[in-house]
């Protein structure tokens, strides 16, 4: 199998997963209110009816209690979204991120405000925590110095996604954890055209980071035929690249599955790619292994966000119908016996009927979060998120596919990845492992 130079990815939904192993200062906006863009964003990211509402309605957030704004922060489903509602309720907020002691690290402006804000991000964990339906556990926090409030950070990433345009860029993110604004490139040759850019910005130098971080490129390459199908297990498209099952679902009445759009036949738009489980090679002439076709896969477009000469997605996912219903079991990932860190792990069950059970969609990541992840390659992997909600560029898979697609918000676990793994579900476990 070819392995590809770089990063390899893979995006999918954030679960919360239950196991039953062995037996199955000032900001840079004139109005301290939230923008339209701000309360637009909040709309399409949030988990609940009453939120959307609000957001939609541009409700005056002054008119909003704490309760309220910190409701908003709780069943948003992005990490962006999150802080806008923090800031509202805490006007100096600079982002917050876990460090490697699990202590949640508040920047502020004006440190003046960490008494008040000491109560305000606590509720938030508790309420977050009790949605999850998490175990009460203690939070630690101490507070830093920030340079910019998040409304600040959201203004200048906002200005400078223009840069993912030019040649060499990986991904633009607020970056909580620098307090600024982070631009990864892949070589150091294209430093002097980002700092180019920045400048005709406007954007204060002190508010970037540029860095070198690989490109993103498909995870394309446990393996075994499971019926009925379940999330973290094998497929195969028509196309021939290994890639895995997040999780079953519904939609529009029709039982199915969501995988990666780039482990369909072209990204963006249907055209019934066709999948089954196995070599695909031995069957190629047959119909008879196909179980599932894909059904829906939105095309790239230029969304509200999208930079100049790109077009772009919020995820990288697709639907496939199941050509049987009895072929897939809704809402469990198989689990494998073994269990690793930032190294590839086995791919073996214990027992066949070994699996997790998703429970919930999970809260919107933190920096310094413990995330999980089941993949056909690497198998049950384990890594703290270390970027939420950058705008990214992604690699093409061939020359046959468009150069100009990028994702819109997207996080970073270091968790042991490889070619195959794409579609990997993404979870957070309520045991505490």
């Known amino acids: 199998m070819k392995r590809h130079m770089g ?5 999918a939904a954030i679960f919360i997963a239950a196991g039953t192993v062995r037996a199955g200062a000032a900001s840079a906006q004139d109005d301290a209110r939230l923008s339209v863009d701000q309360m637009q964003y909040i709309a399409a990211t949030s988990l609940t009816t009453d939120s959307a509402f609000v957001a939609r309605n541009r409700v005056d957030p002054e008119q909003l209690s704490v309760g309220q704004m910190l409701h908003i922060a709780v069943t948003s ?9 923090l800031n509202r309720v805490i006007p100096s907020f600079g982002g917050l ?13 004006d440190l003046a405000e960490a008494e008040a804000a000491g109560p305000v991000i606590k509720a938030y964990f508790l309420k977050r925590r009790a949605a999850e339906g998490a175990e009460f556990s203690t939070i630690n926090m101490t507070f830093i110095s920030a340079a910019f409030t998040w409304f ?41 055209f980002v700092e180019e850019f ?5 954007v204060p130098w002190s508010a970037v980071s540029v860095i070198e971080r690989p490109e993103v490129i498909p995870a394309v390459s446990l393996r075994d035929k499971f019926r009925p199908v379940v999330g973290g297990i094998s497929v195969v498209p028509s196309s021939g690249q290994d890639c895995t099952i997040t999780a079953v679902a519904h939609h529009a009445g029709e039982k199915g599955f969501i995988v990666n759009s780039h482990c369909t036949e072209t990204q963006g738009g249907v055209e019934g790619t066709a999948y089954i489980q196995g070599d695909l090679w031995s069957y ?24 100049p000469g790109r077009i772009c997605r919020r995820s990288d996912s697709a639907f496939a119908g199941l050509d ?6 809704l809402l469990e990932i198989a689990l494998p016996s073994t269990f690793c860190m930032t190294a590839p792990c086995g791919l073996d069950l214990a027992n066949a009927s070994d699996r997790l059970s998703i429970s919930g969609l999970a809260g919107a990541p933190i920096v310094g979060d413990y995330r999980n992840k089941i993949g056909q390659t690497t198998g049950h992997t384990r890594g703290n ?23 819109l918000c997207q996080n970073f676990v270091g968790a042991a990845l490889a070619p195959g793994d794409s579609g990997s579900p993404v979870f957070s476990l309520l045991s505490g492992l």
């Open 7 to 11: 990063k390899t990815f893979l995006t």
């Open 198 to 202: 920045v400048a005709q910005s406007g």
């Open 152 to 192: 600040d950070l959201e203004d200048y990433k906002t200005r400078l996604t223009g840069v993912l345009s030019l040649p060499n860029v990986v991904y633009v993110d607020a970056d909580e954890v620098c307090n600024c604004v982070t631009i990864a490139v892949s070589n150091a040759e294209s430093r002097g």
């Open 385 to 407: 998120v270390n970027v939420t909600c950058a705008t990214v560029n992604a690699m093409e898979r061939s020359i046959f596919d468009p150069n100009n697609f990028t994702l």
């Open 97 to 109: 991120y876990k460090d490697q002691e699990g202590t949640v690290r508040i920047a502020l402006v």
């Open 324 to 329: 049987s219903a009895f072929d897939g079991s």
């Open 284 to 307: 190629l002439g047959s119909t008879g292994p196909n179980f599932a076709t894909e059904r829906v896969d939105p095309a790239w477009t230029a969304l509200p966000g999208c930079p």
């Open 77 to 85: 489903r992005t990490t962006d979204s999150v802080f806008f509602a």
